[in-house]
């Protein structure tokens, strides 16, 4: 008998199987010559949620939820947020290599002269209420670019995916800034090609009222690091939207408006905002243990704790932590910080948090910093969005190459009714 195998017997019929295990899984079809008859479907398996079901094999990014170590591409996420740029690292997880000089000088130029919007994308956000959320504002243009570029439908060729690819990574960061200047009433400012990823952002959300805006470098840094830090994080719920839209070969642009409304949701990228929300609500450190105690009642969620992988420190939420204090230096302290650091404190040593091993995730801080840096709560979730287009568009291209991968189009146990007879309106 193989030794990487599976033996299986079916105690309805005493039939054993074999099932190969390869890559530390068993393939879930195996379970369909498992049947009670001829007539029988077969066995299958049930995962709401996939929390143990391996959808696609991946290249991109490795994470060990145990001992806390996330990877792009086979690079720690320390080394990279330490001493790579944005664009290094989005190069890094679309091609799958650190790019060399000459073809990080040129990627960064092909991103640099794609930030434009059409002037008609313009036109199609003045539409939204002043009040619109910046992030439904996000989801809908970037669904709306797929009607100013219908060449991205050519999803076979791979010249066709990189252009999308670029356009996307390039336009989000001025979707992104376009969304607050509505919300905020101010004057759209377009891009400056000679900044860099990161700057040219800052000044189309900051400028205002001066000839040359300059974002403080370690600002400009922070922005950098916390968007290497969200740009990927395999099959996430947002990365799986992307996946399960474009399995049906979907244009990117619209499977990336899907992603994004996955992003928004507050068990995902929404919850930096629901943090702070809730540090807000708790107001004072002497009120913790009282807002904890309704956590463990199951009356409240504590938010930016607990994941669905990590089942320790989450390493993101270790570099945003030591990076909110070189903001804080510059920007003055959040007071919402001691509450943040308090209530990590009494979490970690409470039962109920050990017990399940509920560690902060990488929201719990990053909306500190981000308010810090005068960016309003709603907005959080976009600055979430930018850098995750690139994993996004890298989870896309390798399920579009991958020839195991079929439209996804999960199973279901359908507990409903049997064939009824149907009952006229009269007498119902
Ligand atoms: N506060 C209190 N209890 C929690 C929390 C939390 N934040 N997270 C999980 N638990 C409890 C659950 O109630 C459950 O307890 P039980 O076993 O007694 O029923 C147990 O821990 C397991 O939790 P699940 O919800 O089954 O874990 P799951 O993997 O489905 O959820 C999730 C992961 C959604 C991230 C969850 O931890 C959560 O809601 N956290 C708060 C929201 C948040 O911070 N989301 C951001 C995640 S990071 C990201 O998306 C970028």
Known sequence: MAKDSLSITDNRTGASFEVP???????????????????????????PGFKNTAACKSRVTFIDGDKGILRYRGYGIEDLAENCN??????????????????????????????????????????????????????????????????????RDPESRWNSMIRLVAKVPTIAAFSYRHGMGFPFVYPLNELSYAGNFLNMVKKIGVRDYHPHPVLERAIEVLFILHADHEQNCSATAMRGVGSSHSDPFSATAAAAAALYGPLHGGANEAVLRMLREI???????????????????????????YKAYDPRARVIKKLAHDVFEITGRNPLIEI???LERIALNEDYFVKRRLYPNVDFYSGLIYEAMGFPTAFFTVLFGIPRTVGWLAQWEEMLTDPDQKIARPRQLYLGHKLREFVPIESR
């Open 283 to 309: 107001g004072t450190v002497d009120r913790i243990p009282e807002f904890l105690e309704a956590v463990k009642r199951g009356e409240r969620r504590l938010m930016g704790f607990g994941h669905r992988v």
């Open 340 to 342: 943040a650091i308090e």
């Open 86 to 155: 944005f664009l290094e690292v989005a190069y890094l997880l679309l091609r799958g290599e650190l790019p060399k000089e000459d073809e990080l000088t040129d990627f960064t130029e092909q991103v640099t002269h794609h930030t434009f919007l059409h002037e008609k994308t313009r036109i199609f956000m003045e539409g939204f209420l002043a009040t619109a959320h910046p992030m439904g504002m996000f989801v809908a243009t970037v669904g709306a670019l797929s009607t100013f570029y219908p060449d991205a439908k050519q999803i």
């Open 21 to 47: 295990i390869e890559n530390g899984a068993v393939d879930a079809m195996a379970f369909r010559a498992m049947k009670v008859n001829d007539e029988d479907f077969g066995l299958m398996t049930y995962d």
